[in-house]
């Protein structure tokens, strides 16, 4: 396994919590799985090497981010392996069960193994006869497997019974193969906590409990149990990476809009996204806008709250970067970005504009008020403020006419809980605050316990 360790580099988006990887064949060639369409880590790695991608491995139609392999094949001349069940509409090598790719001391072995979707691949990486390590994609994951019911409810359990006897055959490899899976913790493609992102075979063969369980049935029950909701782009990515995004031939941009330019976006059906901090978000915002804080799950969010088909402008903070605010929608397909406020809110302000203010308490100062938690299922049963409302982030807008009246909106830490607020202000609430700070916070303040499971939920 030392010659992969070696030249084998992980590039991890915490935010959507995946692993793609550089993998050096020592002649100034390299290999990219998963790659996303953000290759600006990938870009710099490949630099401190004086690499150039041969090659470009997709295991899978991606569901939460757009691939990045196309790109590479543009900008590189990489070959792009994937599976031809996949049917892609783009140049590219199309492999089956067994079929191998010599990649000039090494090769590249594609096993069939779906589940995670219909055409998915692991891909073998071998040393003469000497399995090195195999990218697993969204199949075998660090203690789990990927959720399989993107394809709708109607093939969920066939795709569940696909993903048992996939995971049985990676099971039978060397148990000292190294695992590198695509998804890990913090994707929604489902992934359990935990801080390891790559593994073994003898490793998942000891502590993975899908892996243990008795049979197909017990692990077809186990593995649906486990999936929580997931965001709505999900169900349009993987037909967009089946067409294959357009390649990029210029840095995309995000121009300055004066604050009348906003209002015009505004009234024809644009959406202003705030990605301020909470704090300042709270402290005054454009009246309709929504808040997505910038950080790494702002695409997550992003995709799940907000449609593709219309203009987004962005109000920023000064020290805040627009391109990361392009590069976070493009990989997901967001590509209608009509600009950001110029001057921001002061500029907003200067013209005339309204703005609105939203509470921002610590928990000491919650007392009183209805306890609205919008974390997701897990998290909510894992601990969460006795007799509190439970609607997760992701249906709230639907959902708005079930919150009572002056509600303390609260997640884990205040993010997520603005951007609730943010919604349920667009849908005419009024008195509303958000809790700085989690459930911890908040049953300290007060002298509670933390309830378990899902008792307290939808009013």
């Known amino acids: 396994m030392g010659l992969a360790d070696d030249h084998l580099i992980p590039l991890v988006d915490e935010g959507l919590g995946n692993s793609a990887y550089l993998l050096d064949l020592g002649d100034g060639r390299a290999l990219a799985i998963d790659a996303g369409r953000d290759l600006r880590t990938l870009r710099t790695a490949a630099g401190r090497r004086g690499l150039t991608v041969a090659f470009a ?22 070959t792009v392996l994937a599976s031809a069940d996949g049917h892609r509409a783009f140049p590219h090598q199309a492999l089956a069960d067994r079929d191998e790719v010599d990649l000039g001391g090494l090769v590249l072995r594609a096993l069939s193994t779906p589940g995670h979707t219909d055409e998915h691949l692991s891909f073998l990486l071998l040393d003469g006869a000497r399995e090195l390590g195999i990218f697993t994609g969204g199949s075998l994951i660090v203690n789990s497997a990927a959720r399989t019911d993107l394809l709708g409810p109607e093939r969920t359990g066939e795709l569940a019974r696909a993903q048992y006897r996939s995971l049985r055959r990676l099971a039978e490899l060397p148990d000292e193969t190294a695992v590198w899976p695509t998804h890990g913790a913090g994707s929604f493609c489902s992934a359990p906590p ?109 995709g799940w709250l907000l449609p593709d088909t219309a203009p987004l402008v962005f109000v920023m903070g000064e020290d805040q970067d627009p391109s990361e605010v392009v590069w976070q929608a493009y990989k997901i397909g967001y590509e ?45 049963a894992a601990g969460h403020v006795p007799g509190s409302v439970h609607i997760e982030l992701g249906v709230l807008e639907a959902a708005a006419a079930d919150v009572p009246a002056g509600p303390v909106v609260a997640c884990g830490h205040g993010e997520r809980a603005m951007t609730a607020a943010s919604l349920l202000e667009r849908a005419g609430h009024t008195d509303i605050a958000v809790l700085d700070g989690g459930p911890a916070d908040y049953a300290a303040a007060h002298g509670r316990r933390l309830a378990q499971g899902t008792g307290d939920h939808r009013p």
Do not use: C
């Not at 491995?57 to 990489?78: I, K, P, Y």
């Open 57 to 78: 491995a997709d295991t899978h139609l991606h569901a939460d981010f757009l691939s990045g392999a196309v790109q590479l094949a543009h900008e590189d001349g990489a």
């Open 194 to 302: 935990g801080a390891e992102r790559t593994s073994t075979i003898g490793a998942e063969k000891r502590a993975n409990p899908l892996l243990a369980v008795p049979d197909e049935d017990a692990f077809v029950e186990a593995l649906l149990a486990s999936l929580g909701t997931y965001p709505a782009y999900f169900d349009r990515l993987g037909e967009l990476n089946r067409r294959g995004p357009a390649p990029l031939t210029a840095q995309p941009l995000l121009p300055a809009l004066a604050a009348a330019q906003v209002r015009t976006l505004m009234a024809d059906g644009g959406h202003v996204v705030d990605v301020r901090p909470a704090a300042d978000y709270a402290a005054g915002h454009v009246p309709g806008s929504l808040s997505i804080p910038l950080r790494g799950t702002f695409a997550t969010w992003l």
């Open 336 to 380: 209608r970005l009509a600009g950001r406020l110029a001057g921001g809110m002061n500029a907003w302000l200067a013209d005339g504009n309204p703005q609105v203010t939203t509470a921002f308490v610590t928990a000491d100062r919650a007392a009183g008020r209805p306890y609205l938690d919008v974390r997701q299922e897990a998290e909510f």
